[in-house]
């Protein structure tokens, strides 16, 4: 026999609790976006002030990075927005201890062509420098074209080489190239800039130091290698007519040198040009042969011989040399000979690694002659703040990330909204 359990328990109407259901939703998703309304993350206190993207290849390109005030600096860099596996210090820095500067200068390197890489800049605790995040897509390929590096010196107003400077050229729209001034030199390679330029094309340079204080050099590429000089740092120079071809001393004096020595390349260096500039001392005004050749890989046999300079050196005893075509990626060895004040014959040898465009950091480039004709300056000198030019790399500004999570007190109303929303299913269904 078969009966039907009978109970004095009263349900709830289920349109009642479909009601009740769909209101704590409602009441549960308000509370969510209040609460993700009011809550946002401390707020960045914008330090960056300048920022360029130079050298920029398939594999690699340097960024420069001015602040409002001086500060250590890193870059992070990944390749989606919200995701930063690497941690990239300023080339200056050492033993990875960031430096407090204004300007600072990031090599990246062994980068894939045509991906996107996204960029932050943190200071020192981990603070955020900006609140912005970098977009970088590198090329598919780069067109590089065969043209000499320029290069020269800078001293201070003291006469002493400028150290640790940064140097930014803008030729017309071409990409715009960098390299780092060290103990007063500079070498700019220009195979970066696609094709070469007319003779009428405008160029600027501007020439900043860890300070923020800035330089600035103008001209047409028709007076190019009037760069090839020693400037003053903080004077306004303009090369746009035929140099001023009257013989001055430079502020920078030296006596008459009897080393013999190979100042560049430095030993095992790579070197960022194809066309590297070599440099050294001997006596003054003396003969001086340098052989460049060819190295076996993986080994420091010597293949064939590539090129002979015979040079004279200076009457302050400098030579400097400029293979006459480009040299392809290998490693090499430069033999320098030359003769002593006994009349003996002395030799020296360096090896270098000329790298494969963009594939590696390219790591300090060899330095420039030291050419010393004085500058023309203007009356008066400029001492500016950080550069304001725009720059001519596009450089897309992705938003700012939004904050992920869910805090506690919404967590603990989702949990009495469950339990509510359970309770009522069991009272209609039970």
């Given at each position: 026999?078969?009966?039907?359990?009978?109970?004095?328990?009263?349900?709830?109407?289920?349109?009642?609790?479909?009601?009740?259901?769909?209101?704590?939703?409602?009441?549960?998703?308000?509370?969510?976006?209040?609460?993700?309304?009011?809550?946002?993350?401390?707020?960045?206190?914008?330090?960056?002030?300048?920022?360029?993207?130079?050298?920029?290849?398939?594999?690699?390109?340097?960024?420069?990075?001015?602040?409002?005030?001086?500060?250590?600096?890193?870059?992070?860099?990944?390749?989606?927005?919200?995701?930063?596996?690497?941690?990239?210090?300023?080339?200056?820095?050492?033993?990875?201890?960031?430096?407090?500067?204004?300007?600072?200068?990031?090599?990246?390197?062994?980068?894939?062509?045509?991906?996107?890489?996204?960029?932050?800049?943190?200071?020192?605790?981990?603070?955020?420098?900006?609140?912005?995040?970098?977009?970088?897509?590198?090329?598919?390929?780069?067109?590089?074209?065969?043209?000499?590096?320029?290069?020269?010196?800078?001293?201070?107003?003291?006469?002493?080489?400028?150290?640790?400077?940064?140097?930014?050229?803008?030729?017309?729209?071409?990409?715009?190239?960098?390299?780092?001034?060290?103990?007063?030199?500079?070498?700019?390679?220009?195979?970066?800039?696609?094709?070469?330029?007319?003779?009428?094309?405008?160029?600027?340079?501007?020439?900043?130091?860890?300070?923020?204080?800035?330089?600035?050099?103008?001209?047409?590429?028709?007076?190019?290698?009037?760069?090839?000089?020693?400037?003053?740092?903080?004077?306004?120079?303009?090369?746009?007519?035929?140099?001023?071809?009257?013989?001055?001393?430079?502020?920078?004096?030296?006596?008459?040198?009897?080393?013999?020595?190979?100042?560049?390349?430095?030993?095992?260096?790579?070197?960022?040009?194809?066309?590297?500039?070599?440099?050294?001392?001997?006596?003054?005004?003396?003969?001086?042969?340098?052989?460049?050749?060819?190295?076996?890989?993986?080994?420091?046999?010597?293949?064939?011989?590539?090129?002979?300079?015979?040079?004279?050196?200076?009457?302050?005893?400098?030579?400097?040399?400029?293979?006459?075509?480009?040299?392809?990626?290998?490693?090499?060895?430069?033999?320098?000979?030359?003769?002593?004040?006994?009349?003996?014959?002395?030799?020296?040898?360096?090896?270098?690694?000329?790298?494969?465009?963009?594939?590696?950091?390219?790591?300090?480039?060899?330095?420039?002659?030291?050419?010393?004709?004085?500058?023309?300056?203007?009356?008066?000198?400029?001492?500016?703040?950080?550069?304001?030019?725009?720059?001519?790399?596009?450089?897309?500004?992705?938003?700012?990330?939004?904050?992920t999570g869910v805090g506690n007190a919404t967590l603990s109303f989702a949990s009495v909204a469950l339990i509510a929303i359970g309770i009522t299913l069991l009272m209609v269904f039970k």
């Amino acid at each position: 026999m078969s009966y039907l359990a009978y109970t004095n328990d009263k349900k709830i109407p289920i349109p009642l609790a479909i009601g009740l259901i769909v209101g704590l939703i409602v009441f549960l998703s308000s509370i969510t976006s209040n609460r993700k309304n009011t809550v946002h993350t401390k707020a960045v206190e914008e330090q960056v002030e300048f920022l360029e993207i130079a050298n920029k290849t398939p594999h690699s390109a340097n960024i420069v990075v001015c602040l409002r005030k001086k500060n250590s600096l890193t870059l992070n860099l990944g390749t989606k927005p919200d995701q930063f596996d690497t941690v990239i210090y300023d080339d200056r820095d050492t033993q990875k201890t960031s430096q407090q500067r204004r300007c600072h200068y990031f090599s990246l390197s062994k980068l894939i062509p045509e991906t996107s890489y996204y960029m932050s800049f943190s200071l020192q605790n981990n603070a955020l420098a900006s609140s912005k995040i970098i977009h970088l897509i590198t090329p598919t390929k780069l067109n590089y074209v065969t043209n000499d590096p320029l290069f020269g010196k800078i001293v201070m107003s003291t006469g002493k080489p400028m150290q640790n400077g940064i140097l930014i050229a803008r030729f017309n729209s071409m990409p715009t190239i960098s390299t780092r001034v060290t103990n007063g030199e500079w070498l700019l390679p220009l195979h970066y800039l696609e094709k070469i330029p007319s003779q009428t094309t405008p160029f600027k340079i501007e020439i900043l130091d860890g300070e923020g204080a800035q330089m600035e050099i103008d001209g047409v590429y028709r007076y190019i290698d009037q760069l090839k000089k020693t400037l003053i740092f903080g004077k306004f120079y303009s090369f746009k007519t035929q140099e001023n071809t009257s013989t001055v001393v430079s502020p920078v004096t030296s006596q008459p040198r009897e080393e013999f020595l190979i100042i560049y390349p430095k030993s095992n260096t790579v070197i960022p040009s194809f066309r590297p500039l070599f440099k050294g001392l001997a006596l003054p005004e003396n003969k001086v042969t340098s052989t460049l050749e060819l190295l076996k890989s993986a080994s420091r046999k010597t293949g064939p011989i590539v090129e002979t300079f015979n040079i004279t050196t200076n009457k302050d005893g400098v030579w400097t040399a400029i293979p006459t075509s480009d040299l392809a990626p290998s490693r090499y060895r430069l033999t320098v000979s030359t003769t002593n004040k006994n009349g003996q014959v002395e030799k020296i040898a360096r090896i270098f690694h000329i790298q494969k465009s963009g594939e590696a950091v390219l790591g300090e480039a060899t330095n420039s002659a030291t050419l010393t004709p004085t500058p023309q300056p203007s009356p008066t000198p400029t001492q500016a703040p950080l550069p304001t030019i725009e720059p001519t790399q596009i450089i897309t500004i992705a938003p700012s990330l939004p904050q992920t999570g869910v805090g506690n007190a919404t967590l603990s109303f989702a949990s009495v909204a469950l339990i509510a929303i359970g309770i009522t299913l069991l009272m209609v269904f039970k």
